[in-house]
């Protein structure tokens, strides 16, 4: 809900936008690799026509319980190890401290924490928490984009 509003919010907040995304479909044999690759070529393009630019994407293919033998491992890339995040501040040469990271699970949420991001969301609705929190947690992205413009300065 709210997404390509809350994306174009975040672009005309000067985000620069990647997308980071666990896969195991690839991994259990519901989908290959080329598949996926074809599926984020036509989002991607998509959101394009929509005024939103996503500078690229990242993607762990792994699962320790996958079909696929090659990819029926734990490697260090799938969520909520860091590799994948890391890997776009290395080639982007910025700080974890500049950036935000949105995600939908509370592995992506570690993810960001592990590899230095300081600003986090969380994308659920239903998400309770008994105690303090080192991220945010919005019920779509409307309200995130809003909550940055209030805090930008």
């Known amino acids: 809900e709210g997404a ?3 994306l174009r919010k975040l672009l005309e907040l000067e985000y620069e936008l990647f997308i980071v995304t666990n896969q195991s479909g690839i991994a259990r044999g519901y989908y290959s ?3 996926f690759h074809i599926f984020m070529d036509a989002m ?3 959101l394009k026509l929509e005024g939103i630019d996503i500078l690229g994407y990242d993607f762990c293919p ?3 319980e996958g079909l696929i033998e090659n990819l029926s491992i734990v490697c260090d890339c799938r969520k909520p190890k860091p590799e994948m995040v890391q890997k776009v501040l290395y080639k982007e040469k910025v700080s974890g401290k500049d950036c935000i990271l949105i ?3 509370l592995t992506d949420i570690e993810a960001g924490i592990k590899a230095g991001i300081e600003k986090l969301f969380l994308l659920d609705y239903g998400f309770k928490s ?3 929190q080192c991220f945010k947690n919005f019920k779509n992205w409307d309200r995130i984009s809003e909550y940055l413009d209030k805090i930008s300065y």
Do not use: C, R, Y
């Open 4 to 6: 390509l509003s809350g």
């Open 33 to 35: 690799e080329d598949q």
């Open 44 to 46: 991607i393009g998509k």
């Open 62 to 64: 792994h699962h320790p």
């Open 103 to 105: 995600g939908d699970k």
């Open 130 to 132: 008994s105690g303090p």
